[in-house]
């Protein structure tokens, strides 16, 4: 293996990066004049005036299951025992209208486009993600993996090939194509000596290398999940934006390691392949600034997902189970703060070199988005420039989205696709992830609530 200082950028420099990002955020501390369109509020309903009544009611009564914490932290136990109650079909027949209806686009390319094209005409866009993911003790065989890459060659496929495909993007999860076991050990032997990105980037071309630290088979391993990675990577090139899903910590710097190896060979003259970075983690800021050195010193142009992070409670208990010093910010507060913070690095990078940086802002928080809407005119970004777009998932916070995409600023759903079966764990899982801001959507509710009493009103009007 080779060593190298690639993934190590020099002190002065990240000192450097550093003072840029704590200037923006002390810009941005002080107050501006008011810049933004009032409707950035988020309190009109009219923004529902787009979905019909059956979707109306359809949200209302989800979002109110999802206010009660025991059915949202219970829900993957109560949904395996309804599934073994009402057997497969039962199952799917009470799913489907609800829940899954809310949560995923479909099944099949037929159902999945009825979706994404109602959703065109309301201006959001695509980020298909497929519902494929793994934590350790789940690792499945070299085939699986080979069936995944296959299931994500049609997702880039069915992201570019359609009507409604407009500068789509889609999600991808590593540990879909490489065991998490591996991403594990090389993140264990990168605290030790880091890897050579043109190393990895020769194997994700085919060529045979060696990995000092992995026996054979795991070597053999590695290779085989490279070439996977390089083979959507070489399909989705100039056509969908990949963004790489951030995942544990333990696994984490082995995730970055390989993305970078992706950038540093498909983002030379765009940003086709991004990293997702958590700043509820203590050192989300520094990670941010290394990303962005190496962007400027391997040459190739940055795509970040700026998130908060999902995995905060499972992080939390086993640094206490470990003894380590808890990874995460003491508070939600804190989170905030490292968010704004990394935004500021972000825009003001962007405001720079507006053709090297992108940055998808993933969140349902209003604040944060108000606070990018409000950097981006300081900065003079523009809109529609293309460096800047807003996500949220598909089904939750649509008052964010459609008044974003009203307002003229790129949306992005990220949209899960497959049975009912394929996805429930997905969901589960985004459930229980996200049971902070299900059980916190208390706004949308109120929203859709006055949208349905509008509509009421209107009827007995018409009905007089
Ligand atoms: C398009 C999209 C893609 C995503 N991709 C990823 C991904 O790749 N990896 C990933 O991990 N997540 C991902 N997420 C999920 C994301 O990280 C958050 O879990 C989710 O969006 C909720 O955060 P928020 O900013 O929307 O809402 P908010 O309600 O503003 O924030 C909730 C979040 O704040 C943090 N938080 C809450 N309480 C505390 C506390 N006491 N101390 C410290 N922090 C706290 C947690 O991160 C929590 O999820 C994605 C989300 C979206 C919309």
Redesign the pocket.
Known sequence: MMLCSNLRPSLPHLFSMRLLGTAATRTAAVKQPELLPASLTFEDPSAFRVKSLGELLRALGVFRLCSFPVLVNNCGKMMTGARILLGRRGFSLLLRPTVYAQFVAGENEKEISQSMGKMSLLGLRP?LAVPIEEDLGESTGEKRYDDNMEAMLECVRMSHSNAWSKDPMM?LKITALLSPELCVKLTTLLACQPFDLSHLVRALDGTMITFPGLEEKEAVHFLCGLRRLNKIAEASVNKVRVLV???YTYMNPALTLITMALMKKFNKDGAWIWN?Y?C?LKESRSLLLEALHLSQTEGFCLGV?L??????DKERKLAEKEGRVDP?????E???KS?NGCLDVMLEAISQKPDRYRI?V????EE?VRRAAERMEELGIDKDGGSVCF???LGMCDHVSLTLAKEGYPV?K?VPYGSVDDTLPYLVRRAQ??R??LQ?IRKERDLLRQELRYRMRLRGQKLT
């Open positions: 980020m999600q899903d951030a995942e997702t958590q509820y997902k998130v908060r992070g999902a995995y905060m995460i910010h003491p508070s939600w804190e989170t905030n968010y998808i993933a969140t349902h928080n944060s996500g949220q998932l992005y990220s992830e996200n902070t801001v916190g």
